[in-house]
């Protein structure tokens, strides 16, 4: 194996002028030993202390870093080169911070399956993620088995797709899995997101050719999978195919621009620009054109509904990102709050 067969690239080459370190790719990750793979082979890294003062801390799966020998069996990890994209989602709990979930990916493969799981909303928040991060999305369709109208759920994907590929696939009966095999380019690498139970280890499985990853038989109840993979990891398929499993996301929360929002909704981006303010916001202000599209039947009232729900979470990420924009969005709904106050006291006045 060579570093090329990992994924290195020009890219990742102009930032090794000047050092004696040498670049390895990060596989699995964990709090303060990661398993990496410098081209011959693969190994444990420890951090060096003074590292997790840089921003791009901790190296995430697909990081590539640079590293020097701490004795025969383990390295240790001085830099994390600049990261070409980022897969990244804002860190679940209270805190305002952000969780890289794979770097340096090519392709997200979007997995979600057919039964209860199915979400085009949620599909869209995946969409946003992808847009952010550089990378461009696949969006695949699992356990066709289990379904007698795969065309449905294909069509309400594809409308949200902007038409890149969607895939239906069945682990069981194999329908589908040449096709996605066609859609993967040797030398690439690809990460697998979705939610727990949608069969993202059985499909890894299966393009591997071999069982790499536990999986785990869905329930009898509801049809749902249950969670098996608690870690990322990347793999190196027999293909060259470098692709990156994680675990199911119980929830996908934004890290995001306005941008990346809009990117997701682009027949409703480009109606807006016919809409006579240029800061409309599409909802009941004179001359607006999305709404009138919408009238005419033109756009759908669900996707402009949940473009506004996106909007409101990134603004609120910016607001608690920068507190200068926090201040300034206290300052304005205070100054409302004083206007609706003056003018409800105008009226009580005899």
């Given at each position: 194996?060579?570093?090329?067969?990992?994924?290195?690239?020009a890219?990742?080459?102009?930032?090794?002028?000047?050092?004696n370190?040498?670049?390895?790719?990060?596989?699995?990750?964990?709090?303060?030993?990661?398993?990496?793979?410098?081209?011959?082979r693969?190994?444990?890294?420890?951090?060096?202390?003074?590292?997790?003062e840089?921003?791009?801390?901790?190296?995430?799966v697909?990081?590539?870093?640079?590293?020097?020998?701490?004795?025969?069996?383990?390295?240790?990890?001085?830099?994390?080169?600049?990261?070409?994209?980022?897969?990244?989602?804002?860190?679940?709990?209270?805190?305002?911070?952000?969780?890289?979930?794979?770097?340096?990916?090519?392709?997200?493969?979007?997995?979600?399956?057919?039964?209860?799981?199915f979400?085009?909303?949620?599909?869209?928040?995946?969409?946003?993620?992808?847009?952010?991060?550089?990378?461009t999305?696949?969006?695949?369709?699992?356990?066709?088995?289990?379904?007698?109208?795969?065309?449905?759920?294909?069509?309400?994907?594809?409308?949200?797709?902007?038409?890149?590929?969607?895939?239906?696939?069945?682990?069981?009966?194999?329908?589908?899995?040449?096709?996605?095999?066609?859609?993967?380019?040797?030398?690439?690498?690809?990460?697998?997101?979705?939610?727990?139970?949608?069969?993202?280890?059985?499909?890894?499985?299966?393009l591997?050719?071999?069982?790499?990853?536990?999986?785990?038989?869905?329930?009898?109840d509801?049809?749902?999978?249950?969670?098996?993979?608690?870690?990322?990891?990347?793999?190196?398929?027999p293909?060259?195919?470098?692709?990156?499993?994680?675990?199911?996301?119980?929830?996908?929360q934004?890290?995001?621009?306005?941008?990346?929002?809009?990117?997701?909704?682009p027949?409703?981006?480009?109606?807006?620009?016919?809409?006579?303010?240029?800061?409309?916001?599409?909802?009941?202000?004179?001359?607006?054109?999305?709404?009138?599209?919408?009238?005419?039947?033109?756009?759908?009232?669900?996707?402009?509904?949940?473009?506004?729900?996106?909007?409101r979470?990134?603004?609120?990420?910016?607001?608690?990102?920068?507190?200068?924009?926090?201040?300034?969005?206290?300052?304005k709904?205070?100054?409302?709050?004083?206007?609706?106050?003056?003018?409800?006291?105008?009226?009580?006045?005899?």
């Open positions: 194996m060579t570093l090329q067969s990992l994924g290195w690239s890219f990742f080459e102009a930032h090794l002028e000047g050092t370190l040498f670049p390895c790719r990060v596989v699995s990750e964990g709090t303060d030993l990661f398993l990496v793979h410098d081209g011959f693969e190994t444990f890294a420890m951090i060096r202390g003074r590292l997790r840089d921003p791009s801390f901790p190296p995430a697909g990081d590539w870093v640079l590293a020097q020998r701490a004795d025969t069996k383990r390295y240790i990890i001085e830099g994390i080169l600049p990261r070409r994209t980022a897969m990244v989602r804002r860190q679940a709990g209270p805190m305002t911070s952000a969780q890289v979930l794979a770097a340096n990916v090519d392709r997200v493969l979007l997995v979600t399956s057919m039964n209860q799981d979400s085009v909303r949620r599909l869209e928040r995946y969409l946003t993620l992808v847009w952010e991060s550089g990378a999305p696949i969006i695949v369709l699992t356990k066709t088995d289990l379904v007698s109208d795969v065309e449905t759920f294909r069509r309400q994907a594809a409308g949200c797709a902007l038409g890149f590929p969607v895939v239906c696939v069945s682990s069981v009966s194999g329908e589908g899995i040449d096709e996605l095999r066609a859609l993967l380019v040797s030398g690439e690498t690809m990460v697998l997101l979705g939610s727990s139970g949608v069969g993202k280890s059985t499909l890894v499985n299966v591997a050719g071999t069982e790499i990853r536990e999986t785990k038989t869905i329930r009898v509801d049809g749902k999978g249950r969670h098996a993979t608690t870690d990322r990891h990347l793999f190196k398929l293909s060259g195919v470098l692709l990156i499993d994680t675990p199911g996301l119980r929830e996908v934004l890290w995001a621009t306005q941008d990346a929002v809009n990117d997701t909704f027949e409703i981006s480009t109606m807006a620009e016919h809409c006579r303010f240029r800061d409309c916001q599409h909802a009941g202000e004179p001359g607006c054109a999305v709404v009138a599209a919408m009238d005419r039947g033109e756009i759908d009232a669900a996707r402009l509904a949940s473009l506004h729900r996106l909007r979470e990134v603004e609120h990420l910016e607001r608690e990102r920068d507190p200068l924009a926090a201040s300034e969005h206290k300052r709904l205070k100054a409302l709050f004083r206007a609706v106050e003056k003018r409800y006291r105008q009226r009580e006045k005899p």
